[in-house]
T-cell receptor
Framework: DTGVSQDPRHKITKRGQNVTFRCDPI?????LYWYRQTLGQGPEFLTY????????KSRLLSDRFSAERPKGSFSTLEIQRTEQGDSAMYLC?????????????FGPGTRLTVL | TQLLEQSPQFLSIQEGENLTVYCNSS?????LQWYRQEPGEGPVLLVT?????EVKKLKRLTFQFGDARKDSSLHITAAQPGDTGLYLC????????????FGTGTRLQVTL
């Protein structure tokens, strides 16, 4: 069990560019979540997958955001035409609903800075 | 919208003191988790509580889930500088998917 990993850890981009983040969950965890955290706030839910199915999306997830989990393992989060307001820490978490009682384990996050 | 309110928001204490952080809501949660987060890192799980009235101890940390599963507390005994960090409570509201709703956070600083 190597924990949840995220890549990259830091991303600096110019406004208008597209960025993609990757999350590798704990193996055998069937649920994968994306959250966004801005400075001084707690994380806010964006979306989650059970296996490869995306089951819920927050209103925070605008049309510029898209997430995939094609084979039910790793997931990607893409932001198109980035805006300065997208600057935040993007966190990924995973769980196995059957035996962790919903407990979610978080990765180290990807810090996005949009200039 | 289910909200979890934490208090206090900031706490600065000296080594050896005791402290309690509160997490309150008007909503019922099927489970509640406490995390600690360092700057620039993801939240690290401390504990999960699922049963009303449940008390869990983790060394100097004691966690309690309210009888009605609407509130929780974290008590630290004899705080140490290594306890410094951001403490977050997060719950899964009943009747919702398993997404976590996070509290506002309590920033703790323990000085020598």
């Amino acid at each position: 069990d190597t924990g949840v990993s995220q890549d990259p850890r830091h991303k600096i981009t110019k406004r208008g560019q597209n960025v993609t983040f990757r999350c590798d969950p704990i193996s055998e965890h069937n649920r994968l979540y994306w959250y966004r955290q801005t400075l001084g706030q707690g994380p806010e839910f964006l979306t989650y997958f059970q296996n490869e199915a995306q089951l819920e999306k927050s209103r925070l997830l605008s049309d510029r955001f898209s997430a995939e989990r094609p084979k039910g393992s790793f997931s990607t989060l893409e932001i198109q035409r980035t805006e300065q307001g997208d600057s935040a820490m993007y966190l990924c978490a995973s769980s196995n609903h059957a035996w962790t009682r919903g407990t979610q384990y978080f990765g180290p996050g990807t810090r996005l800075t949009v200039l | 919208t289910q909200l979890l309110e934490q208090s206090p928001q900031f706490l600065s204490i000296q080594e050896g003191e005791n402290l309690t952080v509160y997490c309150n809501s008007s909503s019922v949660f099927s489970s509640l988790q406490w995390y600690r987060q360092e700057p620039g890192e993801g939240p690290v799980l401390l504990v999960t509580v699922v049963t009303g009235g449940e008390v869990k101890k983790l060394k100097r940390l004691t966690f309690q889930f309210g009888d009605a599963r609407k509130d929780s507390s974290l008590h630290i005994t004899a705080a140490q500088p290594g306890d410094t960090g951001l403490y977050l409570c997060a719950g899964v509201a009943t009747g919702t998917a398993s997404k976590l709703t996070f509290g506002t956070g309590t920033r703790l600083q323990v000085t020598l």
